[in-house]
Each structure stands twice: as structure tokens, then as C-alpha cells.
């Protein structure tokens, strides 16, 4: 069972520019979650689908973020014409509403992240 | 609103001797469940361990238990025998659990833990 991966590990990219970030879930989970996790602080939620869906999306989430999860799999996240505020940790995670082996139905998982630098 | 308190920004303690990693929290719902992560350098969050608002029992898993008062609204972590690889990041976090409740983890601002040989 391989845990959440999340492509690219480390970003740096110049203002203005777009990235695009992504994440594999764990293969049997049909939930997936973004976070921003900046300096010193915990983790704060951006969104959740379930399956291919957008449940949810944070005041956080500006007009220049975007999240997919096209087929119920992997997702991307996009950030366009990037702010150095952008800079942060982002993190996926991934849970499964059915009950396994793993911990109590609906624990979350996260990936390494990948972490941005906006120059 | 939900929030998630960690009073400590940084603990040392001893190789071997047990610590005691406080959170409380803030919540309307009577349903509702408390995570712990671990966050080493690498950046990556391990989850360590979760209490259910309904469990009757305190949490164990392994040399990690849940100190679950819920008068309190506290749900401390206790790291028995420390080891140096428990140096790290810990959050605490919350999720409601109501029916038409959001999946999302709402986490503390974390605790420090540097474990001396």
C-alpha cells in the first residue's frame, strides 16, 4: 500500500508565473484534501473532493486557485500569475469514508508536499 | 467557531522519560474527533493517533496516548519512554462530525519537541 505522493517536491518560480502541482491519493481513498501550511503555523484547509466532485473550497481559495480531480484519482492544483504571499508548503492528503485497516474511517494521510517559492 | 489551542510552542525532554504535549479545543458540536500528527524536518504529516468525542476510553497506540477530558475540551498527548527520532513538529487537530459537517481538519499552531540524549 504506497501512501499520497505529491509532484514536484519543491518549486521556485518567478511572479506572475502559473504552476500546477499534484497529487496521487492513496489507491482505494475516494477523499482528497489541499492544504496551505506556511512558517511556523499548522495547516490550513483549501478543499475537498470526493471522488471527482469539489465539496468544499476555503475563503483561502482565491479566484486564482484551481483544483481538480478530473477521473476520482489523482488531482491537480493550479495557482495562476503567482504572489509571493503564494509561498507556502501545500499539502494533500487523502481519506477513505469506508472503513480500513489503516485507523478510524475518515483518517487522513498526507503526502510530502510540495513546497513553493515565488520569487 | 472551531479552534484548536497548543499553549506550547517548544518542549525539551530527556531520551527516555515520558512528555506530556497539551491541546485544547473549541466546538459547538457534541460530534466530533481529535487527531495528532507528527511533523518531522522532512515536512511530511504522520498521523499518530485519533479519539472519537464518544469513546468512553482514552486513546493508546503504542508508546502514544490521548488524554481525553472532555469537560475540559482537552485531548493532551502523552509520548512515554521518548526516543531522539521523536524530535519534531506535533499538531493537534479537530473535525466535526456532524452529519452535514465539513471533512476538513482544523489544526493548532503546533508544539515543538526536542528529545535530549
Known amino acids: 500500500d504506497t501512501g499520497v505522493s505529491q509532484n514536484p517536491r519543491h518549486k521556485i518560480t518567478k511572479r506572475g508565473q502559473n504552476v500546477t502541482f499534484r497529487c496521487d491519493p492513496i489507491s482505494e481513498h475516494n477523499r482528497l484534501y489541499w492544504y496551505r501550511q506556511t512558517l511556523g503555523q499548522g495547516p490550513e484547509f483549501l478543499t475537498y473532493f470526493q471522488n471527482e466532485a469539489q465539496l468544499e473550497k476555503s475563503r483561502l481559495l482565491s479566484d486564482r486557485f484551481s483544483a481538480e480531480r478530473p477521473k476520482g484519482s489523482f488531482s491537480t492544483l493550479e495557482i495562476q500569475r503567482t504572489e509571493q504571499g503564494d509561498s507556502a508548503m501545500y499539502l494533500c492528503?487523502?481519506?477513505?469514508?469506508?472503513?480500513?485497516?489503516?485507523?478510524?474511517?475518515?483518517?487522513?494521510?498526507f503526502g510530502p508536499g510540495t513546497r513553493l517559492t515565488v520569487l | 467557531a472551531q479552534k484548536i489551542t497548543q499553549t506550547q510552542p517548544g518542549m525539551f525532554v530527556q531520551e527516555k522519560e515520558a512528555v506530556t504535549l497539551d491541546c485544547t479545543y473549541d466546538?459547538?458540536?457534541?460530534?466530533?474527533?481529535l487527531f495528532w500528527y507528527k511533523q518531522p524536518s522532512s515536512g511530511e504529516m504522520i498521523f499518530l493517533i485519533y479519539?472519537?468525542?464518544?469513546?468512553?476510553q482514552n486513546a493508546t497506540e503504542g508508546r502514544y496516548s490521548l488524554n481525553f477530558q472532555k469537560a475540559r475540551k482537552s485531548a493532551n498527548l502523552v509520548i512515554s519512554a521518548s526516543q531522539l527520532g521523536d524530535s519534531a513538529m506535533y499538531f493537534c487537530?479537530?473535525?466535526?462530525?456532524?452529519?452535514?459537517?465539513?471533512?476538513?481538519?482544523?489544526f493548532g499552531s503546533g508544539t515543538r519537541l526536542l528529545v535530549r540524549p
Open positions: 466546538t459547538s458540536d457534541q460530534s466530533y474527533g
Open positions: 479519539q472519537g468525542s464518544y469513546d468512553e
Open positions: 492528503a487523502s481519506s477513505s469514508s469506508h472503513a480500513t485497516s489503516g485507523g478510524p474511517t475518515d483518517t487522513q494521510y
Open positions: 487537530a479537530m473535525r466535526e462530525g456532524g452529519r452535514d459537517s465539513s471533512y476538513k481538519l482544523i
